[in-house]
């Protein structure tokens, strides 16, 4: 795998574990005015930030920070840890808020040690969606949970809500406005005639999938407003993750 390839695997990876098993609202760190670093984002609750994440071409620098319980139970478990994130941790200097550990990631088996790290820092918090009355579309999504889907599972004043966060998420990315403003409520899978009504599901089999989730190229931008994860100096709201991208991205929450 070049290093490119793995660099964007680690960026999907770490979003799909701190969405997934945290609810945080990630905030924007400027770009470096010095050229240090690309920005990046924090993932916070409340005051507290549980990983700092700092872009770079070749990488991803890691901050997280413990305090004394935390640096008790990591000596219980050090061993657990490979050679060089218990050199970084040695080597780290101890503030009075706590060791400030920068781990420099560019692979997924060092971003794997660092996960173990933030489950340290922070207990999952994650709650997730109830599925005894979920409605999956070949697209992915949970209709159910839907901003698209007009089977009456929201009513029409979440649906404003959720167009709402929908817009701060994604911004100009999509559109409810224009010719969009009526043409986007989707009646789901069930009852689309083939090849007609939906292009999700056309382009699917066009390419001899019975579902988009199927198709080496899922996600894409035709099948899913969920764009794929990717690390960057964006700011959202711990609720616009859960109701405006959670919903939208097959398998990877617990959806």
Same mark, same amino acid.
């Given at each position: ?5 793995? #660099?964007?695997?680690?960026? $999907?990876?770490? *979003? ?7 609810? #945080? ?11 240090? /670093?690309?920005?990046?984002v924090?993932?916070r609750?409340?005051g %507290? ?5 700092? !872009? ?18 990591f ?20 503030? /009075?808020?706590?060791?400030w $550990? ?8 060092? *971003?794997?040690?660092?996960?173990? #790290?933030?489950?340290? %820092?922070k ?7 109830? %599925?005894?009355?979920a409605?999956?579309?070949?697209c ?5 949970l839907?901003v ?13 809500? *959720? ?8 911004? /100009?990315?999509?559109s ?6 009526? =043409?986007? #409520? ?12 939906? /292009? ?6 066009? %390419?001899?999938?019975?579902k ?8 894409c931008?035709? =099948?899913t407003?969920? *764009? ?5 100096p964006?700011?959202?709201?711990a609720e616009?993750?859960?109701?405006? !991208?959670l ?5 990877q929450y617990?959806?």
């Amino acid at each position: 795998m070049s290093n490119i390839a793995e #660099l964007q695997e680690v960026s $999907m990876e770490t *979003l799909r574990f701190m969405r997934g098993k945290y609810a #945080l609202d990630e905030i924007a760190i400027d770009k470096d005015r010095k050229g240090t /670093h690309l920005g990046g984002v924090k993932f916070r609750r409340g005051g %507290k930030t549980v990983v700092a994440i700092y !872009i770079y071409e070749n990488r991803f620098d890691f901050l997280v920070i413990f305090g004394k319980a935390e640096r008790e139970k990591f000596e219980m478990q050090r061993g657990a840890f490979p050679q060089v994130i218990q050199e970084i941790y040695d080597n780290s200097k101890t503030y /009075h808020d706590g060791k400030w $550990m920068m781990i420099p990631i560019s692979d997924l088996d060092t *971003l794997e040690a660092v996960k173990k #790290l933030i489950l340290i %820092k922070k207990k999952p918090n994650r709650k997730s969606f109830p %599925k005894d009355q979920a409605i999956y579309g070949h697209c992915g999504h949970r209709c159910d949970l839907c901003v698209y889907y007009d089977g009456d599972t929201i009513s029409e004043t979440f649906r404003m809500e *959720l167009i709402e966060r929908m817009k701060r998420v994604y911004s /100009h990315e999509i559109s409810f406005e224009g010719e969009n403003k009526n =043409a986007f #409520l989707c009646s789901g899978c069930t009852d689309l005639p083939p090849n007609d009504s939906c /292009h999700q599901k056309k382009c699917a089999e066009n %390419k001899g999938n019975e579902k988009c989730v199927n198709c080496t190229n899922y996600p894409c931008t035709k =099948a899913t407003a969920g *764009l794929p994860p990717k690390i960057e100096p964006k700011s959202i709201l711990a609720e616009d993750v859960t109701w405006a !991208i959670l919903p939208y991205v097959e398998g990877q929450y617990g959806n």
